[in-house]
């Protein structure tokens, strides 16, 4: 199975700026580790990080078919992004949004998320180990769809024999 995780404007900044609100660590340090316990699950991972709306837009569509799950931090355009969010909702597949500062302890306009409601999950406020959260998380989603989809199956097989 497969999770794509879609990283929003300035992230590519992370451990240069505001240092105090996000912490110092680098994308780089947390895809690390992202990726070392998708591969001791069985998981596979692909990163994508972009500072264009657009961008960020066309790799969630593509994950149509190509993925079984999303985390996303959209950042900046969390609370904006009406393009985003239709796209999340547009590919209806599992997606958390994830965030390293608590957006509801910050200014008045960070406190919205356009896509947390097309989202199946939110986790804010936990610094880089929220993305740790959001796998674990999302590995656990999936494997009770999958055996749900395998159920069914076994389900569908005696019902035919």
Do not use: W
């Amino acid at each position: 199975m497969k999770i794509v995780v879609i990283q929003g404007p300035n992230l590519n900044m992370l451990s240069h700026r505001e240092q105090t609100i996000y912490g110092g660590m680098k994308l780089e340090e947390i895809h690390s580790q992202m990726e070392t316990v998708a591969k001791q699950n069985g998981f596979e991972i692909e990163f994508f990080q972009s500072n264009l709306e657009g961008e960020i837009v066309d790799r969630i569509q593509e994950c149509l078919g190509d993925a079984d799950g999303i985390i996303i931090n959209p950042a900046a355009y969390t609370h904006t992004s009406i393009a985003i969010r239709d796209a999340i909702s547009a590919v209806a597949l599992p997606a958390i949004e994830v965030h390293i500062s608590n957006i509801y302890r910050r200014e008045e306009f960070r406190q919205k998320s356009m896509t947390a409601a097309v989202c199946t999950g939110q986790i804010s406020g936990f610094g880089p180990f929220g993305y740790h959260l959001a796998m674990i998380s999302m590995m656990q989603m999936l494997g009770e769809l999958d055996a749900l989809r395998k159920a069914q199956a076994a389900q569908q097989h005696v019902t035919k024999a």
